[in-house]
């Protein structure tokens, strides 16, 4: 049996090692899918030549396989880097995604409850009108703002040591409206539900997703975004202005660590909704929990899940997915469960892109 287990053990190490030298790379195509992978790549090209996006990084997989992974253009302009599959991106929302499995994780261990209030479990911030769940949260229906774009919160250069220190932002606002009355997108709502988090899992939120949620799916390239750290492989961030691409502006992204603060590749995005699929990391039964669109008080329903947004193609095919925008970048993720196809998209260009790339990329990997 001992036997057994050391080969188990080899085995499983050189996958991962086979894993970390494909990430070196900066492309990778499974001899199935030559053909798909050609027609798919056109799109992408066209793509970045309409948007003047500097670097591309995409990724189609199966629940069990990568189908297509490449790097087209270059992480940095000045020194004439080109995208590698380890390269790491601002995702921006898919942040939020990122931190509903660690909300799924609490949830299974009974730490945590979607009926918990915020005020029971975060003593620090304020009571309101209202109370607010972590459902509440989790599903932008709290009430809680979001960015104020005026006065600069979202390019905010500010650093915060904590995240008790970022809630000192809005944590004395008023709630927008009675909780569940309404959706309202509010990255605010995600950073105090990364307070609860760590009050839960009495761990700082970060090193919690490293141990809990980045290392267990073997997300090498998946970080917070800190300014201060050397960061392998972190790609330069551009925006555009007046049709020249520039440097993008300096910002922080502490005040957002669980909402839109981390980087991560497009390989990292797809392998991460691979272990979704394969119901490895978190049961089938959270899974649909974190899928289930959200109901409001009158009874109508968001497409908004808890970390996710679900949707039906006019064939009548669920996806589920998420972006992010971010200053500096721009990301998609996108999930087909019955046919079990992945598409993640990541780039350093400040620009609008939706599902609707990633869908017909999709449809073009369906066997």
């Not at 995409?58 to 940095?76: H, P, Q, R, Y």
């Not at 790491?88 to 994780?105: C, D, E, N």
């Not at 899974?287 to 006019?314: K, M, S």
């Not at 999930?335 to 598409?343: L, Q, R, S, T």
Request: with cysteine; proline share 3%; glycine share 6%.
């Amino acid at each position: 049996m001992n036997k057994v287990l050391v080969i188990l053990a080899l085995f499983i190490n050189s996958l991962c090692f086979s894993q970390r030298i494909i990430e070196t790379k900066t492309k990778y195509v499974n001899p199935e899918f030559e053909t798909e992978t050609k027609n798919a790549k056109a799109l992408v090209t066209d793509l970045m030549k309409e948007k003047s996006i500097p670097g591309l990084s995409i990724t189609v997989a199966s629940k069990n396989k990568i189908l297509w992974s490449e790097g087209f253009g270059l992480a940095d302009l000045e020194n004439k880097t080109p995208i590698k599959l380890n390269s790491k991106f601002r995702i921006g929302s898919i942040s939020k995604s990122l931190t509903s499995i660690a909300l799924g994780k609490l949830i299974e261990k009974g730490k945590i409850n979607l009926s918990d209030t915020v005020q029971k479990l975060v003593p620090y911030f304020p009571k309101k009108k209202y109370q607010i769940t972590i459902q509440e949260l989790a599903s932008h229906t709290s009430g809680i703002r979001n960015y104020n774009y005026k006065n600069g919160e979202y390019f905010s250069n500010v650093h915060y040591n904590t995240i008790k220190e970022s809630i000192d932002i809005f944590k004395e606002d008023s709630l927008l409206f009675e909780p569940k009355t309404k959706y309202g997108y509010s990255t605010y709502g995600y950073v105090l539900l990364s307070a609860a988090i760590e009050e839960v899992a009495g761990q700082n939120f970060l090193d919690y997703m490293q141990n809990n949620v980045f290392e267990p799916m073997g997300m090498y390239s998946t970080v917070p975004d800190l300014n201060d750290k050397i960061i392998d492989n972190r790609v330069q961030f551009y925006q555009l202005r007046d049709g020249t691409i520039i440097n993008a502006s300096y910002i922080d992204n502490s005040n957002k660590w669980a909402g839109g603060g981390f980087l991560s590749s497009s390989l990292d995005l797809a392998k991460m909704s691979q272990h979704l699929l394969r119901k490895d990391i978190i049961n089938k039964r959270t899974i649909e929990l974190l899928w289930t669109p959200t109901q409001l008080a009158d009874g109508e329903r968001t497409n908004y899940c808890l970390g996710w947004r679900r949707d039906v193609t006019e064939s009548g095919n669920i996806y589920i997915h998420h972006g992010g925008s971010s200053v500096g970048g721009r990301s998609f993720l996108l999930i087909y469960p019955k046919d079990e196809i992945i598409v993640s998209i990541t780039c350093n260009l400040f620009t609008r892109f939706n599902e609707s790339l990633a869908l017909e990329i999709a449809e073009k990997f369906k066997k």
